[in-house]
């Protein structure tokens, strides 16, 4: 079956601008988590979603960065007032459950590049 | 103190020897454990999960897990020159679900 999806693969916009990242996770996870990865870093949790709601958005760096998964299934995450410091590969990642141990899967990642 | 440690490398070990990679963690609450393998440019991709203390072995591939020394490693036997990658190892807390990554290894397999 298909995997996680994300689009766009590549982003680039300027400082100040607005962005939004989309995430297609596997068909039936109920839960999605974003992370954020820097060059030389491991991958930083940004977000959980259990279903439509927030469980846990404590890796939010600021009130810039915003996510939504209204239906449950496809999330947005949305970047306001971009700044430079914002640039790097956007991972989005689903599993099951989102239960201790529940396996999760990552999708290709968006790059975004901040002018 | 990083909440989950490895050593960044890189670790070079000649082609058929074993790779051993480790990471610590700070939690103790920690009770599951994956190691990821990363090529350059790619997503992670889950290689092993533990859970239990002791050994768990996947073909080439074991992890040990001890709770009381809060330490993870993963062993990579007759390694490869497909298996040079990034290894991240992740910690997840029943108390918050996060998964917390660590910086990652590079592996090199040498030819």
């Known amino acids: ?115 | 103190q990083k909440e989950v440690e490895q050593n960044s490398g890189p670790l070079s070990v000649p082609e058929g020897a074993i790779a051993s990679l480790n990471c610590t963690y700070s939690d103790r609450g920690s009770q599951s454990f994956f190691w990821y393998r990363q090529y350059s440019g790619k997503s992670p991709e889950l290689i092993m999960s533990i859970y239990s203390n002791g050994d768990k072995e996947d073909g080439r591939f074991t992890a040990q897990l001890n709770k009381a020394s809060q330490y993870v490693s993963l062993l990579i036997r007759d390694s490869q020159p497909s298996d040079s990658a990034t290894y991240l190892c992740a910690v997840n807390s029943e108390r918050t679900y996060k998964y917390i990554f660590g910086t990652g290894t590079r592996l090199k397999v040498l030819a």
Request: with cysteine; glycine share 14%.
């Open chain 1, 1 to 115: 079956g298909a995997g996680v999806s994300q689009t766009p693969s590549n982003k680039v916009t300027e400082k100040g601008k607005y962005v939004e990242l989309r995430c297609d996770p596997i068909s039936g996870h109920t839960a999605l988590y974003w992370y954020r990865q820097s060059l030389g870093q491991g991958p930083e949790f940004l977000i959980y979603f259990q279903g439509t709601g927030a469980a846990d958005d404590s890796g939010l760096p600021n009130d810039r960065f915003f996510a939504v998964r209204p239906e449950g299934s496809v999330s947005t995450l949305k970047i306001q007032r971009t700044e430079r410091g914002d640039s790097a590969v956007y991972l989005c990642a689903s599993s099951l459950w989102g239960t201790t141990g529940d396996t999760q899967y990552f999708g290709p990642g968006t790059r975004l590049t901040v002018l």
